[in-house]
Antibody, heavy 119, light 112 residues
Framework: QVQLRESGPGLLRPSQTLSLTCTVS??????????WTWIRQHPGKGLEWIGY???????HYNPSLKSRATISVDESRNQFSLKLRSVTAADTAVYYC???????????WGQGTTVTVSS | QSVLTQPPSVSGTPGQRVTISCSGS????????VYWYQQLPGSAPKFFIYRTNQRPSGVPDRFSGSKSGTSASLAISGLRSEDEAVYYCAAWDDSLSGSHVVFGGGTKLTVL
């Protein structure tokens, strides 16, 4: 059974770059048809889709975050990653990695990791 | 401000039937599948309905999804205490500014 687990620093200063990794276990990240996704949830608020990547490297981003976000994949480690540049307090959220089908909301979610941006 | 509009809260008594609405537009619900998620406190969302009206294995048939035009609904019959959670709707949005997934703001279901 495929499982996803996020990892990365929990505390950042404003203007730093957020870097998170999602480790996929129980299945290959190169399995065709699946898109590896990042979503975030601001404290006490709703969900925001950040973007996704196919194992070939093709990416698709939320227009509101496209200028700051980069999603990449590492087949050898069965991982995919998120980098978000120039963070502010507004980027404080629980970040989830997930697995999706093409042009679809996610189906399988990781447990989430909390990222706080504070000076 | 979420792209999809849900009521902030709904409530019902055990055994009752409740519905949660999700309103969108022609670029999202009107032309794409709707997904529903259940989120328990401190946990990640878990998908309960996919492709508008399909239930994954393990989700009770008390849960059902439907869509009409640019609105969708999640119906829960035979309400149980363990159904108390926040429910989110989601859909792909073919926006002119760039297609992406959009979510509703979430509906807190309280079982009285």
């Amino acid at each position: 059974q495929v499982q996803l687990r996020e990892s990365g620093p929990g505390l950042l200063r404003p203007s730093q770059t957020l870097s998170l990794t999602c480790t996929v276990s129980g299945g290959a990240i190169t399995t065709g048809g699946y898109y590896w996704t990042w979503i975030r949830q601001h404290p006490g608020k709703g969900l925001e889709w950040i973007g996704y990547i196919y194992y070939t490297g093709n990416t698709h981003y939320n227009p509101s975050l496209k200028s700051r976000a980069t999603i990449s994949v590492d087949e050898s480690r069965n991982q995919f990653s998120l980098k978000l540049r120039s963070v502010t307090a507004a980027d404080t959220a629980v970040y989830y990695c997930a697995r999706s089908l093409s042009s679809s909301p996610p189906l399988l979610w990781g447990q989430g990791t909390t990222v706080t941006v504070s000076s | 401000q979420s792209v999809l509009t849900q009521p902030p809260s709904v409530s019902g008594t055990p055994g009752q039937r409740v519905t949660i609405s999700c309103s969108g537009s022609s670029s999202n619900i009107g032309s794409n599948y709707v997904y529903w998620y259940q989120q328990l406190p401190g946990s990640a969302p878990k998908f309960f309905i996919y492709r508008t009206n399909q239930r994954p294995s393990g989700v009770p048939d008390r849960f059902s999804g439907s869509k009409s035009g640019t609105s969708a609904s999640l119906a829960i019959s035979g309400l149980r205490s363990e159904d108390e959670a926040v429910y989110y709707c989601a859909a792909w949005d073919d926006s002119l500014s760039g297609s992406h997934v959009v979510f509703g703001g979430g509906t807190k279901l309280t079982v009285l």
